[in-house]
């Protein structure tokens, strides 16, 4: 029972992210391919960069013919919340784990590795993470590949109605939060409002939908954090005495 972390626990917790992952790579290898890039390019993208939300945006952009500074800083944009996900996850690490090793946990770092993550009680351990990281990086990837090859043999129609599947997963993700809390249903609202005006006023419908989404997006960022910020709170007695455990157990 108080055995560490294993590659298997890893791969079992990681065993449903993967399945999750792999209708919506599928989604992201038919959009390239329906956009006219080769077989290789959106699973080359996938297996070097496992970042979900920016792949589709990115090769959307690029599909535009956006230029390269509108696309690093919408993608930058995008996936600045790895950044701040890496940083958290590494206070559960224990301090002996090496820069190659955070490096490569870095790089496999999504919204649902990281949750799973944070979730455990016990100590993290590396074959742990890599575990997780590994069975997700596979899901995504094989469902790139399939997403691709299924393109060739199914009608334009079929293909074509797939693309809604990352709005889809969006309102997943957008709704429950915003009926738990007021505070993110008056940005969504807020936000959606600010694109809609961005169509229509002289100076910004000019601009790339890149540069809109920066725009809209660190402007209601910034109005929610100013208006309602997150209060910190002090921990529960049950919270403090498992950081305490886990602390000792770290350097047993």
Do not use: H
Not at 35 to 52: Q, R
């Amino acid at each position: 029972m108080n055995q560490p972390l294993s590659f298997q626990n890893g791969t079992k917790d990681g065993l449903p992210i993967a399945l999750g992952y792999f209708p919506v790579a599928m989604t992201f290898g038919m959009l390239g391919t329906k956009y006219g890039f080769p077989a290789w390019c959106p699973i080359l993208i996938s297996m070097s960069s496992l970042t979900g939300t920016g792949q589709f945006m990115g090769i959307d952009l690029i599909a535009q013919g956006a230029n390269f500074l509108e696309l690093a800083f919408t993608i930058l944009l995008i996936n600045i919340r790895y950044f701040l996900m890496s940083l958290s996850l590494l206070q559960k690490l224990p301090s002996n784990f090496s820069m190659k090793k955070k490096l490569l946990i870095a790089f496999g770092v999504t919204d649902e590795n990281y949750a799973v993550a944070m979730q455990q009680q016990k100590p993290l351990t590396f074959p742990y993470i890599i575990g997780i990281l590994f069975v997700s990086y596979i899901g995504w990837s094989l469902g790139t590949a399939f997403g691709t090859i299924v393109t060739d043999f199914l009608p334009a129609s079929v293909v074509s109605s797939f693309g809604i599947a990352i709005y889809g997963m969006f309102l997943a993700i957008i709704i429950p939060a915003a009926m738990e809390k007021k505070a993110i249903l008056l940005i969504v609202v807020l936000s959606t409002a600010m694109s809609c005006l961005a169509r229509v006023i002289p100076v910004i419908k000019n601009l790339g939908n890149g540069w809109i989404l920066i725009i809209c997006g660190v402007t209601t960022s910034a109005i929610g954090a100013y208006f309602a910020p997150i209060k910190e709170t002090e921990p529960t007695a049950e919270e403090t005495e498992i950081q305490k455990q886990t602390k000792e157990e770290l350097y047993l």
